[in-house]
């Protein structure tokens, strides 16, 4: 297994930075913006919260776009990292390849560098990374969304507590930065939804955009 001080080494580097720079880019492709296009549908960047994700696609009635798009984005975040724990890196190093794939998903160089939220592409990593914790962080998203149904919320509270949950699996501090990295990057992309829910104007699971 390579470690941070082992990729240090001519082979290893070429490979992680290769595997950085594909989980970006993979990360960059934004599903919901390519299938509206092939589907001849409005461009979710123009519609309801303007944010090219699930969550917009499904307030606007497309149930089985928003299910594709879901699907995806998943995938952007798993592949890249399972592919990494393939080639034999350690558990930092891992997280770090998942990150670029999030990172990509947030700011797209195919897009201006204007993306989604990574919420999905967020999980598609933790699911990757460890399938245990990827259940306890859907069981969070879950518990929130049914007493309060509220999406960004469940998203919200579920990666305030992703650094928690990582420190008491694994108890490693660069893994827990790395996930708050995680946290605050998801945070900043829902500051918008964080306004809308102290001033009571967040739509509702189920509800649609006046």
């Given at each position: ?16 930075t ?15 913006i ?20 699930a969550?917009?696609?499904?307030r ?40 670029m794939?999030i ?67 694994y ?7 790395v ?32």
């Amino acid at each position: 297994m390579y470690n941070i001080n082992e990729v240090i080494l001519d082979e290893p580097l070429i490979i992680y930075t290769i595997l950085l720079t594909v989980s970006y880019l993979l990360g960059a492709i934004n599903s919901s913006i390519l299938l509206s296009r092939l589907k001849n549908l409005p461009d979710p960047r123009e519609y309801g919260s303007k944010n090219p994700g699930a969550t917009n696609i499904l307030r606007s009635g497309e149930k089985l776009l928003a299910a594709q798009t879901l699907f995806i984005d998943i995938l952007k975040g798993l592949i890249p990292t399972l592919f990494a724990r393939f080639l034999g890196f350690d558990d930092l190093l891992i997280l770090i390849v998942g990150c670029m794939s999030i990172l990509g998903h947030v700011f797209p160089i195919y897009f201006r560098f204007a993306g989604g939220k990574g919420v999905a592409t967020s999980f598609g990593v933790i699911l990757g990374f460890d399938i245990l914790l990827s259940i306890i962080c859907l069981i969070t998203w879950l518990s929130i969304a049914f007493l309060f149904r509220y999406s960004a919320l469940s998203a919200i509270v579920t990666f305030v507590f992703l650094p928690l949950y990582i420190w008491l699996s694994y108890g490693s501090s660069y893994i827990t930065i790395v996930t708050v990295l995680i946290t605050c990057i998801v945070l900043w992309r829902h500051k918008e939804n964080i306004h809308n829910l102290i001033n009571q104007k967040e739509i509702k699971i189920g509800e649609r955009e006046s």
